[in-house]
């Protein structure tokens, strides 16, 4: 395929003249027919990477994705951008056989992967002839990634059964070890796929944490922030009850034009209050983590976090929705002392008792009665997991997000640049940048946010791929350790 003709594409379905770093080759890579793993960040423009080649070949092209609100924004805009051989699979009975029948005529097909565990739905499949398979938020896959699902294991079982076509992985962020583990689970070794990875470097987003006393003294730091900082912010919150009364608070003590937004607010009030942030009649949206999927707004000058999340890869597609402009940025990190007691409330999932799991196991009880979490619990009756093997499983995961929420609580104490530390966690040589966070220019709020500096590149480091996996598995072990000595203090 000459590049002519896909500039030809962009520009005809998507009116863009250019790509964005990382796109081309990627498109590249898949119309020649080979399996393509891509790591860009969020904003990068994922979505192009595979309607684009979707034109250019000749069947429907299939799309996994975890949340049915990622496929139905994604549904949306191609609507919107006239495109309506589009099938969202939904549904049962009558209304999932009317969808099968429709498959070849589709263009893009979206699934969830429960879904795809269907036989019916993967018969139909195999009747269709599939250009491409795209897997979106491809880190679901891996245990030592941020967000695991379950679901996404029986992917390497539907790949294999639609005669391995084409896969592009898609992904925000990912350390290398979850790009191994990625690899592995859908049953590809490094050899069979191409791997284009953008740096997570942000060089206009200056990094800056506060570790501070008490509460009082967090929001004493916030309101300071939120009236120092130019332009418009977002700030995160753990909690939707916390965000709305922040919100409150600042629109007290302040002359911001602020907003709480959060997953239990009625969609339109929501869609009001996105609405209003873009025009810039809202400075500051007071949010929890439900915020941000789908915001186009390319100058939010800072993000800031009032509470440590659960792992660096959040974090880092968290501060990202700042500076897309490219101007100056600035993330901050607030903690106070607890804040990782909350931050582990959320990540830990409790085991049922083993009596429990059997007896749902052998239908002699409701399997809500395995507690908030049954459907997940479920899912591994259903895939005839015992409880050993469920008990390894969440072993394993569980271990992990204690690493992640270690590294995270260590980058908030750092007494070295944190922006070398983010690079290393995610596998990418060091830069050197001046000024570029808070350990370098520790006044730096008293000063106007400076125009981002130009970032070199330092390859120091050549490490082969392995090495640098090893490493990071040596300093998994140090920090596990560490962290079973943190946790029974
Ligand atoms: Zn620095």
């Given amino acids: 395929m000459n590049d002519a003709k896909i500039y030809e594409v962009l520009k005809q379905h998507f009116g863009y003249e250019h790509f964005r770093d990382g796109q081309l080759a990627t498109i590249k890579a898949l119309l020649a027919g080979k399996n393509t793993l891509a790591i860009l960040p969020t904003g990068g423009g994922k979505s192009l990477l595979y309607q684009l080649p979707a034109y250019l070949l000749p069947g429907p092209v299939l799309v996994v994705s975890p949340l049915i609100s990622l496929m139905q924004d994604q549904v949306d805009r191609l609507h919107r951008n006239g495109e309506k051989r589009v099938l969202m699979l939904s549904g049962g009975g009558q209304d999932r056989r009317q969808q099968l029948s429709q498959l070849s005529q589709a263009k893009f097909i979206f699934a969830s992967p429960e879904l795809l565990a269907n036989p019916e739905v993967v018969r139909a499949l195999q009747r269709t002839k599939l250009s491409l398979l795209t897997i979106d938020e491809a880190h679901c896959i891996s245990q030592w990634g941020p967000d695991f699902r379950p679901e996404y294991l029986l992917l390497k079982q539907l790949r294999h059964e639609l005669d391995d076509p084409v896969t592009l992985l898609l992904t925000a962020t990912a350390t290398p070890r979850v790009r191994h583990d990625i690899l592995t689970k859908v049953g590809l070794s490094a050899e069979q796929v191409v791997t284009i990875v953008r740096s997570v470097n942000r060089p206009n987003i200056f990094l800056a944490a506060s570790e501070l ?59 009001r209050i996105q609405q209003q942030f873009m025009d810039n009649q809202l400075q500051l949206i007071c949010a929890t983590s439900a915020f941000g999927m789908g915001i186009d707004k390319d ?101 992990q997000v204690a690493w992640q ?22 596998g990418e040589s060091t830069v050197e940048q001046t000024d570029c966070c808070d350990i370098d220019e520790p006044g730096w709020l008293s000063k106007p946010l400076l125009p981002p500096r130009k970032t070199t590149v330092v ?5 082969r791929w392995d090495t640098q996996l090893q490493r990071l598995l040596n300093l998994d072990k140090e920090s596990n350790f560490h962290f079973s000595n943190l946790d029974k203090q």
């Fill in 299 to 399: 100058d939010i000058r800072f993000v800031i976090h009032y509470h440590l999340p659960t792992s660096l890869e959040n974090y880092v597609q968290e501060i990202g929705r700042a500076g897309r402009d490219g101007q100056q940025s600035a993330a901050v990190l607030l903690y106070a002392p607890g804040d990782e007691q909350l931050a582990r409330q959320l990540t830990t999932t409790e085991l049922p008792p083993a009596g429990l799991y059997q007896k749902v196991q052998q239908g002699q009880a409701d399997r809500r009665v395995l507690g908030p979490d049954y459907e997940l619990f479920d899912f591994y009756i259903r895939h005839h997991y015992s409880i050993s093997q469920l008990r390894e499983s969440f072993g394993k995961r569980q271990s």
């Fill in 405 to 426: 929420l270690h590294q995270m609580q260590k980058y908030a104490s750092l007494t070295s640049c944190r922006r070398q530390f983010i690079l290393a966690y995610f």
């Fill in 459 to 463: 390859p120091k480091k050549n490490e």
């Fill in 213 to 271: 006393a008490s509460s009082d003294e967090k929001q004493t730091t916030l309101l300071k922030l939120v009236t120092t900082l130019p332009g418009a912010g977002i700030v995160y919150f753990a909690s939707r009850r916390l965000a709305t009364q922040m919100a409150e608070w600042l629109r007290e003590n302040s002359t911001l034009a602020v907003a709480a937004y959060h997953a239990g607010m009625p969609s339109a009030e929501r869609f």
